[in-house]
T-cell receptor, first 111, second 113 residues
Framework: GDSVTQMEGPVTLSEEAFLTINCTYT??????LFWYVQYPGEGLQLLLK?????DKGSNKGFEATYRKETTSFHLEKGSVQVSDSAVYFC??????????FGRGTSLIVHP | KAGVTQTPRYLIKTRGQQVTLSCSPI?????VSWYQQTPGQGLQFLFE???????NKGNFPGRFSGRQFSNSRSEMNVSTLELGDSALYLC????????????FGPGTRLTVT
């Protein structure tokens, strides 16, 4: 079945550091890929998405490129801020419509 | 547009009791999904409703049930609560079943004592 694997957290960075959160997936077809973010005490928010190979999703300085050859969708940001501290979830959706989520990666950014 | 709302936000129940959680989707959204989030298991899919019909169901016991009303509002019910049911219950809505994007509410924090 479909699955999503994310790097274990927490990821701890200083403000203005470069961020990469790795995400790889297993799917039988050509899924849509997503990154969601969950701030403390809140639900998940859609951060960005990509629907086909080589698409790049971007939002709020975050980017991720759909790499079919490596089945990856790594999240990157050039300069993180304290306000980016949150839990990030990689997810995919395929024919079944219901998203498959990774376990989440906690990001902690220090001033 | 107002976002997804969930009520109540916090709930404390005793083992053996039952609980009903409510979700109001974004206006115009017809699909509603429910998830259970725990530190140990992460985000687990409970069920999805569209046009008042359950379309998908996750791997949860029959104690977990739900329904959707004609205005797309949804409720989920958990009967005979167990300690392990303590979790954050998240509701998400989508415009229809062709869109894979989901819009989440803030969740209901259920504590079972």
């Amino acid at each position: 079945g479909d699955s999503v694997t994310q790097m274990e957290g927490p990821v701890t960075l200083s403000e203005e550091a470069f961020l990469t959160i790795n995400c790889t997936y297993t799917a039988t077809g050509y899924p849509s890929l997503f990154w969601y973010v969950q701030y403390p005490g809140e639900g998940l928010q859609l951060l960005l998405k990509a629907t086909k190979a080589d698409d790049k999703g971007s939002n709020k300085g975050f980017e991720a490129t759909y790499r079919k050859e490596t089945t990856s969708f790594h999240l990157e940001k050039g300069s993180v801020q304290v306000s980016d501290s949150a839990v990030y979830f990689c997810a995919l959706s395929e024919r079944s419509y219901i998203p498959t989520f990774g376990r989440g990666t906690s990001l902690i950014v220090h001033p | 547009k107002a976002g997804v709302t969930q009520t109540p936000r916090y709930l404390i129940k005793t083992r053996g009791q039952q609980v009903t959680l409510s979700c109001s989707p974004i206006s115009g959204h017809r699909s509603v999904s429910w998830y259970q989030q725990t530190p140990g298991q992460g985000l687990q899919f409970l069920f999805e409703y569209f046009s008042e019909t359950q379309r998908n169901k996750g791997n949860f016991p029959g104690r977990f049930s739900g329904r959707q009303f004609s205005n797309s509002r949804s409720e989920m019910n958990v009967s005979t609560l167990e300690l392990g049911d303590s979790a954050l219950y998240l509701c998400a809505s989508s415009p229809d079943r062709s869109s894979y994007e989901q819009y989440f509410g803030p969740g209901t924090r259920l504590t079972v004592t």
